[in-house]
């Protein structure tokens, strides 16, 4: 009977330190392979296969590890604190952050996803959002016109399209989110 919760414990370090491994190796190569990744993490391919049916679904698990830490830093931003105009800016530049930390995010971000599994993937970050909008439609900060809805997706694809023109090289940083945060206020603004 103590095997088993032990069992548990060395399964759930050993999928860890594949994810682990795999966001540091796919934000280096994003064509690294199960084999690079099980080296990385210290563990045998058949381990990988074991925790991850495929390539894919070690990618699906990899962009929710990122959605959550996105999530985890959306929610020490102060979403709720100040205007919502500048917590909505406090919010994406809590995601910015972690994507500089884990380029693996960026790269994932235009994989292309099923449209229910892009949505679900999403979920905490949009519900983040539309929060902080909805606060800022009812405190005249933002247009109510629009759907809310319409709103949040049009914050994501825009920080999505911001991250892809950092990584294609064609702006930088400072410059795109810059771009971003103006684009974003004089689209929402009433």
């Known amino acids: 009977m103590s095997s088993s919760p032990r069992r548990r414990a060395d399964a759930l370090r ?13 934000g280096e190569d994003p064509d690294a392979g199960m084999a690079a ?6 563990v045998t391919r058949q381990t990988v296969y074991a925790h991850f049916s495929s390539r894919d679904a070690l990618l699906s698990a990899v962009a929710e590890r990122m959605t959550e830490k996105v999530a985890e830093e959306m929610d020490a931003a102060g979403a709720y604190e100040g205007p919502a105009g500048e917590a909505l800016l406090r ?3 809590a995601a910015w952050r972690v994507s500089e930390a884990y380029p693996a995010l960026i ?8 449209p229910e599994e892009d949505r679900v993937r999403h979920e905490p970050i949009a519900d983040h959002i539309g929060r902080v909008l909805q606060r800022g439609r009812d405190g005249g900060e933002f247009d109510p016109g629009p759907a809310l ?5 049009a914050v994501i694809a825009l920080s999505h399209a911001t991250g892809e023109e950092v990584r294609a090289g064609r702006v930088s940083a400072a410059d795109a ?3 971003l945060h103006s684009g974003l206020l004089r689209l929402l603004a009433p």
């Open 177 to 179: 989110t810059a771009a």
């Open 37 to 42: 990744i099980a080296g990385a993490a210290g």
């Open 14 to 26: 050993s999928r860890t330190a594949v994810l682990d491994a795999a966001v540091q190796l796919l």
């Open 91 to 93: 919010l994406l530049d």
């Open 149 to 153: 809805s319409w709103q949040v997706a």
């Open 107 to 114: 790269r994932l971000g235009g994989r292309p996803a099923a």
